[in-house]
């Protein structure tokens, strides 16, 4: 497991060897997840053949770039070692505001838009790899509390509830930001929902939302995939009436939902 300013990352161990693989998974989770949470993902992956790299952002990587693009550098590192055994596809799954903590950046890293410490011929060999992208309960509308919101509402129904210091920390800090950086919050997530749409290119794109999540409200999922199907983008589009937020996809896979 390697930590990083902006969060941690590491190749899940029930996954495939590295080398043997039929396609690695980057699975970009919620703020303050943790392994136990994302196991069933891993199994799903790993039952097909796949490599599950996993990155938990942390709550300062929602507000500041620079501890984003940090953690974005390490993923990116990983998978070009990856890749340099053995060519295989990729696919970039975001849960949760995982595509504001670290997804975003590693794509506007790829597209050269901002400077990490890889090789260009690095970043196109990442690039060129991604063959789709998946949105579980995302992407979320960044506004100034959303880290706060995160961690008020578990994302997970089997999560553990939020430690007092924790909920003290998020609200502290989404306080901090909305009153000396409102503008600098604004940008970002203009900045946050320009690059995904830029991704529409990286192959077809999967979401899952539900009309009951309201972290993740559905109309906003659903005019993103609007968008991107008007950008050309192949796009698979799974909603549901009460299912909660993150939704479990081997739960829906063992009902018959998928």
Same mark, same amino acid.
């Given at each position: 497991m390697w930590p990083g300013c902006g969060g941690r990352f590491y190749w899940a161990p029930e996954? +495939?060897?590295? =080398?043997? +693989?039929? =396609?690695?998974?980057? $699975?970009f989770a919620w703020v303050w997840s943790d392994e136990t949470q994302l196991r069933p993902f891993v199994e799903l992956y790993s039952s097909l053949g796949w490599r599950c790299l996993v990155c938990h952002p942390d709550l300062v990587a929602l507000y500041l770039s620079e501890k984003a693009i940090s953690l974005a /550098? =390490?993923? #990116?590192?990983? $998978?070009v070692k990856e890749l340099k055994i053995k060519i295989v596809p990729i696919v970039l799954a975001?849960?949760? =505001? %995982?595509?504001? %903590?670290?997804m975003y950046k590693v794509i506007q890293l790829l597209d050269g838009i901002c400077e990490g410490d890889a090789i260009m011929k690095d970043y196109r060999l990442v690039r060129n790899c991604i063959c789709g992208q998946i949105y579980d309960s995302s992407p979320v509308d960044f506004v100034s509390d959303v880290g706060a919101q995160?961690?008020?509402?578990?994302?997970d129904g089997n999560s553990s509830q939020p430690t007092i210091l924790h909920s003290w920390m998020a609200k502290a800090l989404a306080s901090v930001m909305d009153t000396l950086f409102p503008s600098r919050i604004e940008a970002q997530r203009a900045e946050y929902w320009h690059t995904l749409y830029s991704a529409a290119g990286l192959g077809p794109v999967l979401l899952f939302c539900s009309e009951a999540d309201n972290l993740a409200p559905c109309y906003i999922i659903c005019g993103f995939a609007r968008r991107l199907i008007e950008l050309g983008t192949e796009v698979k589009l799974m909603k549901w009436n009460s299912s909660q937020h993150? #939704? /479990? #996809?081997?739960?829906? $896979?063992? /009902?018959g939902q998928l």
């Open positions: 996954s +495939a060897p590295p =080398g043997q +693989a039929r =396609g690695v998974a980057v $699975l /550098t =390490g993923v #990116i590192n990983e $998978l975001s849960f949760s =505001g %995982g595509s504001k %903590g670290c995160f961690v008020q509402k578990p994302a993150v #939704i /479990t #996809i081997h739960m829906k $896979l063992n /009902t």
